[in-house]
């Protein structure tokens, strides 16, 4: 079973930047798409980045230019570069994988998330 492991978040006053990491176990001969998502306290929970498993990338308007998702395959690593951050942004933010491909789980798995935290 896949096993996603988020870390790297933490406090930062706005205009400042992150870096989350996912490191990630488990993997098996099939598909991964990655992506992260965010919840803010008392809100449903957004996306916020996509990587298909070829590379392609995907942002929501609300952080197009400010985030990017990207991966070290030999580390079983995702990352979300995060600049020109402001206090909208503080939320927990997870790591997740759908696992795809002929004979693979069809499952999605998530991570326990990491806090960001942004003062104005």
């Known amino acids: 079973q896949v096993r996603l492991v988020e870390s790297g978040g933490g406090s930062v006053q706005a205009g400042g930047s992150l870096r989350l990491s996912c490191a990630g176990s488990g993997y098996k001969a099939c598909r991964y798409d990655m992506a992260w998502y965010r919840q803010a306290l008392g809100k449903e929970r957004e996306f916020v980045s996509f990587?298909?498993?070829?590379?392609?990338?995907s942002y929501p308007d609300s952080v197009k230019g400010r985030f990017t998702i990207s991966r070290d395959t030999a580390k079983n690593t995702v990352y979300l570069q995060m600049n020109s951050l402001q206090p909208e942004d503080t939320a927990m933010y997870y790591c997740?994988?759908?696992?795809?491909?002929?004979?693979?789980?069809?499952?999605?798995?998530w991570g326990q998330g990491t806090q960001v935290t942004v003062s104005s």
């Open positions: 990587m298909y498993s070829d590379g392609t990338t």
């Open positions: 997740q994988t759908f696992e795809g491909g002929s004979g693979c789980s069809a499952k999605s798995y």
